[in-house]
């Protein structure tokens, strides 16, 4: 349970990052909670539908050397936009970005905060 939260913390301050320094990724409102209803659809889009189309496209992956994987995850970005009233990307290559923004930073935060109750035990 601790790690489902974390991941979804980290994927809500991902998206607020994202929104902060992009220009091309928009968020209609700034509080916690619409951060929180997009990670949450994110998590949602990606774990469904992502997981089955990184499986399908699985041989692009392997000859793309895995940049398709990006690809896959802005369209991902782009549908969550598309189910999101307060998520706005202007286009392709701005999801690419943000894919790219909210994947780094996700991880990042991820480990962080896992790191840090892993040693508060």
């Known amino acids: 349970m601790k790690s489902l939260l974390i991941r979804w913390v980290a994927l809500g301050a991902a998206f607020w990052i994202a929104a902060r320094y992009l220009t091309g990724v928009h968020v209609e409102n700034n509080d916690f909670f619409t951060f929180a209803g997009l990670a949450l659809i994110f998590g949602l889009v990606n774990?469904?539908?992502?997981?089955?189309?990184?499986?399908?496209?699985?041989?692009?992956?392997?000859?793309?050397l895995g940049l398709w994987t990006i690809a896959v995850n802005a369209l991902m970005?782009?549908?969550?936009?598309?189910?999101?009233?307060?998520?706005?990307?202007?286009?392709?290559?701005?999801?690419?970005?943000?894919?790219?923004?909210?994947?780094?930073?996700?991880?990042?935060?991820n480990s962080v905060l896992s790191g840090f109750l892993k040693k508060k035990k």
Not at 50 to 62: H, L, R, S
Not at 79 to 99: I, N, P, Q
């Open 77 to 109: 970005l782009l549908l969550t936009d598309t189910l999101s009233d307060s998520l706005h990307v202007e286009s392709f290559w701005w999801a690419v970005a943000g894919a790219l923004v909210i994947g780094i930073t996700s991880a990042f935060i």
């Open 47 to 64: 774990a469904t539908l992502g997981t089955v189309t990184k499986i399908f496209t699985f041989p692009i992956t392997i000859l793309s």
